[in-house]
Structures are given as structure tokens and as C-alpha cells.
């Protein structure tokens, strides 16, 4: 009953700039950390960029000073703004977000189900 819907992904030439949204839906009691990761074609899920209700951000080494991760908390939505793209940010990127559906539940880890960025001259 949760959606979370990315939007955004393509093709960039490398020192290119793309933007990510992601919007979650449904029944979403609480909304709570949200995040990007990505997964390289041969590598494991990594971790981007995350971000807390109160906007509190924390980025990958990799991404640093060249990602900027915002949140729109009215809107339940969550943004990715890559500049200075290089070619080793080619990755599926999937939205993450920690939320509770109703306030007897336990807050859960959802995701979107990814949107592919490729960095290619």
C-alpha cells in the first residue's frame, strides 16, 4: 500500500548535471529517513545520499560537493541533484525511505523500484 516513485534517470554526458525525485504514496502514518542508493552493474547496493525529517544530510565520500540530497516534507518527496557527473556514477538508483504505516506499526524500510542513470560521452 506504500508506492515509492522515481522519476528522472537517462542519459548524461560526464561533467553533466541530472535530477532524481522520488514520491512516496499511500498509507504513510510517519515519514521518516529517505535516501538514495545505487547499484553498479557487479557491485552491492551502496548508500548516496540520506536525509532526516529535520534535513539533516549525509552524502557518500564518492559524491560529495557534487550531490545535493533535499526533501519536501509536505509533498513526501525526496530529491537528487547530480551535478559533475562522471562515468563511475553510472547505477541504477533506488529511492529509500523509513516510514510507519499506522501508528501500531513499527517503522519499515521501503523502496522504489529504481530508476537507471548511465554517464556516457
Known amino acids: 500500500q506504500v508506492q515509492l516513485v522515481e522519476s528522472g534517470g537517462g542519459l548524461v554526458q560526464p561533467g553533466g548535471s541530472l535530477s532524481l525525485s522520488c514520491a512516496a504514496s499511500g498509507r504513510i502514518f510517519s515519514l521518516n529517513d529517505m535516501g538514495w542508493y545505487r547499484q553498479a552493474p557487479g557491485k552491492e547496493r551502496e548508500l548516496v545520499a540520506s536525509?532526516?525529517?529535520?534535513?539533516?544530510?549525509n552524502y557518500a565520500d564518492s559524491v560529495k560537493g557534487r550531490f545535493t540530497i533535499s526533501r519536501d516534507n509536505a509533498a513526501k518527496t525526496v530529491y537528487l541533484q547530480m551535478n559533475s557527473l562522471k562515468p563511475e556514477d553510472t547505477a541504477v538508483y533506488y529511492c529509500?525511505?523509513?516510514?510507519?504505516?499506522?501508528?501500531?506499526?513499527?517503522?519499515?524500510?521501503?523502496w522504489g523500484k529504481g530508476t537507471l542513470v548511465t554517464v556516457s560521452s
Open positions: 529509500n525511505a523509513n516510514l510507519r504505516t499506522t501508528v501500531y506499526r513499527s517503522a519499515m524500510d521501503y
Open positions: 536525509i532526516t525529517r529535520g534535513l539533516i544530510t
